[in-house]
């Protein structure tokens, strides 16, 4: 029987195939995005991976449901498992507004899902760190998340030579979009607006004719487009927060690239999006300011500012692969108890124990089993060191990377491996 | 827009509601959960959330549809969010079964859901610690597993005061049944013996009556199977698992009991439950051994010997909160930095970055904010110490539980909080 397509098993490592995911690179990464949250001070929370259907119509309409992972219950509830975390942050934070003291910083670790039917092959399923940052305006809340999403990436080894965080402007591409479809006469309403973002949003990936046609459609000219990215002038919101990020000596992670847009309808404000230095993978992660979608939510009861950003597992790990930033996982056992006289397998079973409750990884043979295979098993597990008794008052412990060994008393073998 | 009902949101703590989850209490339990399985040398492990529905009718069958979150997806497969985790082991293990040195000791800690339409109100979905070990047939397994399973539940504070592990053999059921049976002439199949084992499995929670009927009905009494309860003698096979036991000096923790036989249909030797000593919650992990279930997964292709136990995080959650054991979780804030002169706001911001660089939690003032309120909000968040900049120079660092100060340069601020 086969897992279903597009989903990862995770196996320990090392890895049985290729083609399967590591379990212990996932809590690797897992560890790092939870360790750079409680530094930026950012508290955990997480929601159901199922959702009422509605909850990602309301924020995204009707045609994203041709990407997710929807169907009836068996109450006739029309649900979906979820494609991204925001809605439910912003279901969780509306729900309980009044209890939390402002700002509020938090992050979550959650699976999320979709289902394309035409892209078989393509994962149906990853990991995101989320990180949001609700009531507060101002763009020194922009700055902090920034600066928490330039750390995380920072604190698995990667530089600035490594990848680099392009800021853009929601509102500048609004004022953009505003000024030359007054002069042009041209519509204006949401659907419009929106189509041109996701243009601009695609102009790096589509074929240049392509994003010509779409922009002379819509009523604007790729040359104007061309010149507004490339002037690269940041607004004021985005140099108070590249002034903050540089007070934070984090200026050479960060530059003004207009190319951002994001493609959601939902940004209000500051965007931003994370690469790889070379270009060479698909974004590491992206975000920016959502002013409006926590009362979109919550039916316009709750009306709370948010900005946020989601990091992938999949891109990083394909760059962290390639940047050679991973560690070698194994089976970390740090005494393998060797037991040669099977008479002494109740005091050896007790060692174990004790072992275990003073912190260490412990493993030893189940049953009776020859001294070399016994050792070579050791040393398959990459045991730091070897326990056996000698007799029921001593242990003789050696260390298998130094060779030394020592004899100690049973009860005090604990304190012999520090 | 409310979450569906059956599936907890998970809010840091403070809780804002008594209604739900905590994702602090959550996180304090997977981390005791891996901690205890990485002592035991379990290596983790995870398969996907959603798998094709055969997988968990061809080990329960077609009957257990009824209480599953299965449906069919975009791609007319028959599918379902797994209600259980050995499954998806068995899937995996099987799948590259020769590349693992046996024994094979994994642990997952998964989301599990089902959907039981009559029973509102009941969580569909919880999380559970799932240890395993596979490839040994022999009795040194069981105790391992079961001294896993003692030492979870220790690592949390609990002693033998607050629960017990519950020993019994499938094979002395078995036995029993065999041997009334062909003296009763009565009819020998597999549903027969599992409604047997489903009786037995049910006798502390139903009525006296029914139980006596429906064992009447399968052709035993009521009296004969009470006898072999309270007679409690251990076959040789668990009486090696509780000398196994005793020689880890975790005697105190397990008592052979008879009640329990499991009620699913695959297991096939030792079984265990475990239960707070009051008998006031539900059990709180139970397991045994299945040595056909990959057989039978796997198609007949890979014989492996299994055993297993799954805990739970809610019946856990309910006893650490009876007993108190559960930590008083906050916002754990190392530093809150003081900005008071907003002409130090860049060092400040400086001083923020270099703080959360050497590891500490570190909190500040977004905007302009007035010193009692920022001093406030330290306190709110419980913060260990506070930070100001007396100048580009110098950082006086308060210790809020003894109010001492000190006056520390600036680039030597991280090394004043150790």
Redesign the interface.
């Known amino acids: ?5 597009g ?6 490592e090392p890895l ?2 290729a083609d ?1 995911g590591s ?2 690179a ?2 690797f990464i897992f560890q790092k995005w939870r360790d750079v949250a ?4 950012f ?10 259907l ?2 990602f119509t ?1 924020k995204s309409g009707d045609e994203i449901v041709g990407q997710l ?1 929807n ?5 006739s ?1 029309a ?1 979906a ?1 979820r494609p991204e975390m925001t809605p ?1 942050l912003a ?2 934070a509306a ?2 507004e009044r ?3 402002k ?1 509020i910083k ?1 992050f979550a670790v959650p ?1 999320l ?1 979709r ?1 394309e ?1 035409q892209q078989r092959g393509r994962l149906r ?1 990853h990991f995101q760190f989320n990180a949001d940052i609700l009531g ?1 305006t ?1 763009p ?2 922009d700055a ?1 998340l920034i ?1 928490l999403l330039i ?1 995380a990436l920072r604190s698995f080894g990667l530089t600035a030579r490594d990848f680099v965080v392009r800021l853009s402007s929601r509102n500048a591409w609004h004022e953009f979009y505003e000024g030359r479809r007054s002069k042009s006469g041209g519509r204006a309403d949401h659907a419009h607006e929106y189509n041109f973002f996701q243009t601009i949003d695609k102009l790096e990936r589509a074929p240049p004719e392509e994003s010509d046609k779409k922009l002379d459609a819509l009523g604007f000219s790729m040359a104007e487009v061309s010149q507004f990215i490339e002037s690269g002038k940041p607004t004021a919101e985005l140099e108070t927060i590249l ?2 990020l ?5 200026s050479d992670f960060v530059k003004v690239d207009y190319h951002v847009v994001r493609g959601l309808a939902y940004y209000t404000g500051a965007v931003f999006e994370a690469f790889d230095a070379r270009g060479e993978f698909r974004a590491l992660a992206g975000g920016g300011r959502y002013d409006n979608l926590v009362k979109l ?3 316009g009861k709750v009306d709370l500012p948010a900005l946020g950003f989601g990091m992938g597992d999949v891109v990083l790990l394909e760059l962290l692969r390639a940047r050679r930033l991973l560690p070698r996982f194994d ?3 740090d005494v393998f108890v060797l037991i040669e006289d099977e008479g002494l ?3 050896s ?2 060692l ?2 004790d072992l ?2 003073a ?5 030893y043979p ?2 009776a089993t020859r001294p070399d295979k016994q050792f070579k ?1 050791a040393q ?2 990459n045991a730091t060191r070897t326990a056996r008794l000698e007799n029921a008052d001593y242990v003789r412990i050696r260390d298998l990377k130094t060779r030394q060994e020592i004899v100690a008393g049973v009860a005090d073998a604990a304190n012999h491996l520090k």
């Open positions: 029987m086969e897992r279903l397509p989903f990862r098993d995770f196996y320990p049985p195939h399967v379990a212990d996932r809590q409680r530094r930026y001070n508290r955990e929370y997480d929601g159901p991976p199922l959702e009422p509605e909850l309301t992972y169907f009836t219950d068996k109450g509830r649900v498992l439910t279901r969780m729900a309980h209890r939390f003291k700002p938090w699976q899902f289902y039917r399923e507060e101002g020194a809340a902090e600066a750390d002034q903050n540089a007070a934070r000596g984090l939510i919550s039916g089976s970390a056992t397998r109740p005091q079973l007790r174990v124990q275990r409750t912190g260490y990884a412990v493993e189940f049953t098993r398959e597990l």
